[in-house]
């Protein structure tokens, strides 16, 4: 079991409001590039989006709950039907997105039980939980030629280390694909 981060991300390491959804003054930053930068599998989940399970964050499955049920392209269809895991205190109900239920329980218990890979997108309160108790195994960034000096950082400045080994770079659109595994131990 492998532990997938995927995010949008700009050159100075901003990783919140990328689509604008969340009403920051820099919001929307990913998209000012063009559909063909963001539309797709663009992070190459491949096989694990189909036989691995999503793990969100309350604020970012309501955002891709109201998203992707509504759409029909062959890459939708694979959101749709993945298993999700919702992370919240406060979500009771996740019946608005097929395959998605609020955790019962424990964060950190759940990822370290689970058997199947698991992709995480967005989620920053997520991910940073996970990064505390070196959980996370994979990170595929896309970066996007943006300097946007102010916002949520991925890795943040009091954040524990990690030595990460670039397993792939690639320009996708505007942007710059790269995939990054934990190094060897």
Request: aromatic share 8%.
């Amino acid at each position: 079991m492998s532990v997938i981060v995927i995010e949008f991300i700009t050159l100075d390491g901003i990783v919140s409001d990328p689509d604008g959804s969340g009403g920051t003054p820099t919001g929307g930053w990913a998209f000012r590039h063009g559909p063909e930068t963001v539309a797709g599998d663009k992070f190459q989940l491949g096989s694990t989006l189909d036989e691995g399970v999503m793990l969100l964050g309350r604020t970012t499955w309501q955002l891709f709950s109201r998203l992707w049920p509504n759409r029909d392209d062959p890459f939708s269809a694979r959101m749709n039907a993945v298993p999700k895991l919702v992370a919240s205190r406060t979500l009771s109900d996740a019946s608005a997105w097929t395959n998605s239920r609020v955790i019962d329980g424990d964060l950190v218990d759940v990822v370290k039980h689970e058997q199947r890979d698991m992709i995480i997108t967005g989620s920053l309160g997520v991910v940073r939980a996970l990064m505390a108790e070196d959980l996370i195994d994979e990170y595929r960034l896309l970066t996007f030629p943006t300097i946007l000096g102010t916002g949520d950082r991925l890795f943040p400045t009091d954040g524990p280390p990690a030595h990460l080994e670039c397993r792939s770079a690639e320009q996708s659109g505007a942007a710059v694909l790269t995939q990054y595994v934990r190094a060897a131990r």
